[in-house]
């Protein structure tokens, strides 16, 4: 299918009367789906949110603006802002393309923005990334990766594996299914609700996990972490904060490090566990049952329980604190 041309793009426009409203978008194409595909989108112009609905079409609605002046369809100034943007939005096969690209020779302190909200069927791997504001997905099934470095990334009942990175601000993300990797530059990193593999770094802020169902591993240098959930194995590290995790079903390794601050560990069912510790800082706090090895007040060393599961914590910044409960 051919590129939606400038030339049809201005010649719909200017077949439309009337004013815009807030949620009326400037520009809508649609795209008829006859199996799951793949999205590739991008804007440099704007944010782009990506929804799900029960219809085989991909609608692509572009809404223009100018001076934070959301333009009716109709509007003369729509033309100026279209002239500063290479509009691409085409369907080839499976795979829908939606890219808003500012051009070079483009007056950077014109106010002007295209931003994108794409209403996909539900089963979309998506590539979706934007320079020019945040990036919002919610619903998509598939394989997915997701970028932002003008805005946060924000990511809600998606499944599948799943990217996501974001150099203007945090990412957070709401009942993931699948593997996910997360990082951020611009701020924090946050999910609540996961099941699947976990891989969250942040140089911005901090990192926060709850209810993980799957292995973790998480560092920050920009705060602490926070895990939580029924995890098989963790790795944490911070050099910004402290660590905290709260877990049970503990069943391959749990390595906590900071040198930001203490380490507190909270392992729900481990009492029985067989583990090799290795536990330091200033002050160690554990309560030892069936232990054999070197205990001391800032180094623990032995097994418990004859041994079994690799538990490794050290901190720098604080006390190691371990607390176990059925």
């Known amino acids: ?179 996910v990797r997360l990082s951020s530059s611009g701020g924090g990193v946050t999910i609540e609700d996961a099941q699947g593999s976990v891989f969250a770094q942040s140089s911005g802020g901090g990192v926060s996990l709850k209810n993980i169902k799957g292995n973790v591993e998480a560092s920050s240098s920009g705060g602490g972490v926070n895990v939580s959930g029924e995890c098989g194995s963790v790795k944490a590290k911070s050099s910004g904060g402290s660590v905290h995790v709260d877990i049970k079903n503990l069943s391959k390794n749990l390595t906590l490090e900071s040198s930001g601050g203490g380490v507190d560990a909270l392992i729900r069912n481990g009492k029985n566990l067989g583990l090799d510790l290795d536990l330091q800082s200033d002050r160690v706090n554990i309560d030892l049952q069936n232990f054999s090895g070197k205990a001391e007040k800032d180094r623990v060393k032995g097994t418990m329980n004859k041994g079994g599961i690799s538990v490794y914590m050290h901190a720098s910044g604080g006390n190691v604190n371990v607390r176990f409960e059925e």
């Open 1 to 179: 299918m051919k590129m939606f041309s400038f030339v049809a793009m201005i010649i719909f426009l200017f077949s439309l009367n009337g004013f815009a409203k807030d949620d009326q978008p400037t520009i809508t194409k649609t795209f008829e789906m006859k199996e799951p595909g793949s999205l590739n989108a991008s804007s440099s112009g704007g944010g782009v949110t990506v929804q799900t609905h029960d219809q085989p079409q991909v609608v692509i609605q572009a809404f223009v603006r100018k001076n934070n002046n959301l333009l009716a369809p109709n509007d003369p100034m729509v033309k100026e802002v279209l002239e500063a943007f290479d509009v691409n939005f085409s369907k080839n096969g499976s795979a829908v393309t939606a890219i808003v690209e500012r051009k070079m020779r483009m007056n950077f302190w014109n106010n002007l923005g295209i931003s994108l909200t794409i209403i996909v069927p539900k089963e979309m791997s998506c590539k979706v990334s934007s320079s020019g504001g945040g990036v919002k997905i919610s619903g998509v099934k598939g394989t997915h990766d997701f970028s932002s470095s003008g805005g946060g990334v924000h990511l809600e009942n998606v499944s599948g594996t799943t990217e996501a990175r974001s150099s203007g601000g945090g990412v957070h993300v709401t009942n993931q299914n699948g593997d």
